[in-house]
């Protein structure tokens, strides 16, 4: 009963997706580590960005503003798939009942973020992410193929002679080997590394740290980008976001006086690509000594504020500001992960029938930093791709399965108190938005003895543990890689390029 075709693990819209594309006669099982829409999809407020049926915009406008946001890092060819068929999916969430803001005369409201110079950004007023989780659920939900077990944890994953074991645990706390022919991991992102952040619990980088502990190659992990602003309340560990589309709705950044700046750093202002105006602001910061920064937009119509941002002036109204009357008090904050676990263009990682997908993946098209919307676009181009190659592969997959024996650790302890919240500090005072050179080495030399600690103890298995674990391998995997690159040049990671003003 626990043999599938494919095991994919997470929830979000990549791993939903991908299940849906899936062929109805493969037995397909989905795991979501807490609740089926507790991920970093369901966060995504902006909307997904792509040219489907505009008379004015073009794949190749698209594609231009993703190199330029990317520092012309990015892959030209996942993202000429990304730019290309981008059409496709978004017609497919149409399909599938997404419902997308439209204007008067029945034609989509595309939306402007920042980084963007056409309006391309298809959004359901700012719960665009939710409205597509919600959609996809609904549709999973209905086929007859695909099990999804919610709060329930993997704990690990080996790969065997016939695909992939992994070792569960669910709410009844008891352990479970599961056996697939292939995998897909959509597990997100890992921004619990750090001590503030955007994501969602569930972005622990877990599964990051299983491939890589299986071999796959894992590229890019220090490009990490900090979204400029994120609400400044700093009492609670999840940032909540204030959508890149309120700037793009004509949002000023002010400093501590009240003053807008960024007309001192970019000539494209407010609507700068995220690495510019998050720099921006600590630059600010240190010139005038404050980290008291605002976004302003209370020049616009309240009406017009109060329909088109409907969850973000209930949030923040809920905090005691009102954006209609109030500055927002904001600051960057870790947001989102550029790198990942390395895959070509059908979402293939190094390592045979295992794919990943969505954050947790390195398709290479966001090079150092990731054009505003174009996450969700990734995760259902390349979970969709990921699916159709399955679905030729499978037919040469073994009959049988060959289960893994894991040691479960009976009767070991749990891990020492304190693990997590040590690496989130070492993490958020070496390596934020400039990173701090001189510290990395220290950095890196404390969490090389946790991860040591960790890998080689024996310890109970449990969520702390495997979190734990998880955090950090990545914590080591980014420092190392930040380290390599300012020990082989002047160069400070993900310097962003600027545009300056006359």
Known sequence: MNNFDVVIAGAGAAGLYGAYNLSRDLKVLVIAKRELTLCNSSLAQGGIAGVYNSPTDSPENHKHDTFVAGGYENDPVTTDVLVN?????????????????????????????????????????????????????????????????????????????????????????????????????????????????TNSAIATGDGIAMAYRMGAEIKNLCYIQFHPTAFNNRHTRECFLISEAVRGEGAYLRNCNGDRFMQLYDKRLELAPRDVVSHSIIFESQ??????????????????????FPMIYQNLLEAGF????????????????????????????TIDKLYACGECSCTGVHGNNRLASNSLLEAHVFSRRAANDINERVKDAPKAFAPHDFDLHKNAPKIPHGYRTKIRHIMQSTYFVIPNVEGLMDGLEQVTDILTVLDSGDFKIDRDYVEARSLAT?????????????????????????????
């Open 287 to 308: 010139r005038t000594g404050s980290e008291s920064f605002y976004l302003d937009i209370t020049h616009k119509d309240p009406d017009f504020i109060r329909d088109r």
């Open 322 to 349: 009102d954006m209609t009357t109030d500055m927002i008090p904001i600051y960057p904050c870790q947001h989102y992960l550029m790198g990942g676990i390395k895959v070509d263009e059908y979402a293939r990682t």
């Open 85 to 197: 068929e981008a059409h496709i999916d978004i017609g497919k969430l149409i399909e599938l009942g997404a419902d997308f803001d439209k204007k008067e005369d029945g034609d989509y409201h595309r939306t402007l973020e920042g980084g963007h110079g056409m309006h391309r950004i298809f959004h359901h007023a700012d719960s665009t992410g939710y409205e597509i989780e919600t959609t996809l659920l609904k549709n999973v939900q209905q086929l007859d193929n695909v099990t999804i077990w919610e709060n329930t944890l993997v704990c690990d994953m080996v790969q065997t002679p016939t695909g992939f074991s992994f070792l569960i645990k669910r709410d009844d706390d008891e352990f479970i080997t599961v056996n697939s022919h292939f995998a897909i991991l959509a597990t997100g992102g890992i921004g619990r590394v750090y001590e503030y952040t």
């Open 474 to 502: 990545s914590a080591y995997i980014i420092l190392t890689e930040a380290f390599k690159i300012c020990s082989n040049s002047e160069e400070i990671p993900n310097m962003p390029k600027f545009e300056t003003p006359d």
